[in-house]
């Protein structure tokens, strides 16, 4: 199989680049280092060193892989045309989009741009595969949190409804709750309509919340990916463990009842391998709901604090913080996920284990956690999410 990685610079991109090339997969990858640019843009960094793009591709030769690396941006029409033309892949995978919720929340210069960048990167590979390679699968990175946190069960993608006596099979109604999550609706109701149009093949992974420092395959630390745990970029099951071990509070937003499904970095790319290697049928427009297990975030506070003290001399502290998105903070949260499971799918492992494993990784750079300690409290509050500053450093 000839794969497309769009977003290979990126935390999932890259090991999903090692997975396949270590299975024997030919593969090509683009990026336009936009999450490194806009990481620094809030002050921040990768909490573990990554080399730049050409030491990321001699780290591969000197382990036996070589991946061709396209640099551009997939929201220019041009490039996309490009990419196609001179990499011809069975399939692409579309992680280029811009994935932090509260960055679409700082004010309107990153709310217009992550609504353009992420929906018009979609359009732009849908036309291009019509013109170009129309057999091409599309694996496109959605969200769960497209669905929102609904007071009945979350069905994958489609569910069968009855109104007013009569019964039809239609797509789940969306409830995003940040700009960033509603432009990956569109992304899917785009992508539902290019498949109608012109049959082209497309799995929709709805991805919930992804932790975790390594793979199998992240065997030195040269091959290492990003980890992100700024209050803009880092996501929450990564920042309580970059918190417990820094000795910061561990951070559950509000009341904590937040529920959200999530997945393991090793699981995550095992998903995305596994609809790679399974394309749609012709034709076909698949949803599947990728994530392990769904936990609270009080949960997983709790879990990291016992973890770390198990672990250490010292105690980890859980402080609830002032919310500063506008979500619900108790809720039901029941969603399926199936499909994946029926082609093979077993999740990996233990959570506890991997939360140990996580922090031994971060333990080694306790310093450079420390240094970012000014950008881990959160200080994006979407209601106060602005139109006419540019913020964000200095914030
Ligand atoms: N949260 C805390 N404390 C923190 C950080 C987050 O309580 O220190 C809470 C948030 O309020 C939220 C939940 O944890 O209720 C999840 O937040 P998150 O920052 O871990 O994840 P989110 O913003 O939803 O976005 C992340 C990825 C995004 C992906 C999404 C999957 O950045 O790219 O699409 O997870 S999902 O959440 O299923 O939509």
């Known amino acids: 199989m000839k794969a497309l990685i769009l977003g290979v610079d990126g935390y999932i991109g890259w090991p999903l680049a090692l997975r396949l090339l270590n299975r024997g997969h030919e593969v090509a990858g683009a990026d336009s280092f936009f999450t490194r640019r806009r990481v620094r843009e809030v002050e921040s960094d990768s909490a573990i060193p990554i080399g730049t793009m050409g030491r990321r591709l001699a780290a591969l030769k000197e382990n036996g892989l070589h991946m061709e690396f396209l640099r551009g941006d997939v929201s220019n029409a041009a490039f996309v045309y490009r990419l ?5 892949p069975d399939v692409v995978v579309h992680l280029a989009e811009q994935r932090s919720a509260p960055y679409s929340m700082l004010g309107l210069k990153q709310a217009s741009d992550t609504m353009y960048r992420n929906v018009i990167s979609t359009l732009n590979l849908s036309y291009a595969l019509k013109d170009l390679s129309p057999g091409t699968h599309i694996l496109k990175l959605g969200t769960m949190g497209e669905y929102g946190t609904p007071n009945i069960e979350i069905p994958e993608g489609f569910f069968d409804i009855e109104y007013k006596g009569r019964k039809d099979s239609l797509p789940f109604p969306k409830f995003a709750g ?4 509603w432009t990956k609706v569109h992304d899917s109701n785009n992508l539902m309509f290019a498949n109608r149009l012109w049959k ?24 290492f990916t990003r980890f992100d745990i700024d209050e803009v970029w880092g996501t929450a099951l990564n920042r309580f463990c970059a918190q ?32 790679a290697e399974n394309p749609p049928e012709e034709g076909e427009y698949r949803v599947f709901n990728q994530f392990d297990q769904h936990y609270s975030v009080n949960q997983l506070a709790t879990y990291v604090k016992e973890e770390y003290e ?3 001399e010292g ?15 108790e809720h039901f949260y029941q969603p399926v996920s199936e499909k994946l499971r029926h082609l093979g799918y077993h999740p990996s492992g233990d959570l506890r284990v991997d939360l140990r494993s996580i922090m031994n990784d971060l333990e080694k750079f306790r310093e450079k956690i420390l240094s970012l300690k ?22």
């Open 374 to 395: 000014k950008v881990i409290t959160p200080r994006t509050f979407w209601k106060s999410s602005s139109g006419l500053s540019e913020k964000p450093s200095g914030r």
């Open 310 to 312: 198990r672990t250490h």
């Open 315 to 329: 105690k980890a502290e859980i402080v609830h913080v002032e919310n500063p998105r506008v979500e619900k903070e």
């Open 178 to 181: 940040s700009w960033y999550h």
């Open 84 to 88: 196609i033309e001179e990499t011809k």
């Open 200 to 223: 082209l093949p497309v799995t929709d992974v709805m991805q919930g919340v992804v932790y975790g420092t390594r793979t199998r395959d992240i065997t030195d630390t040269s091959l």
């Open 244 to 275: 417990a071990v820094a000795g910061l509070p561990i951070t559950p937003y509000g009341k904590g009842g937040q529920t959200r499904g999530f997945l393991s970095l090793e699981d995550s790319i095992t998903c995305l391998t596994l609809a």
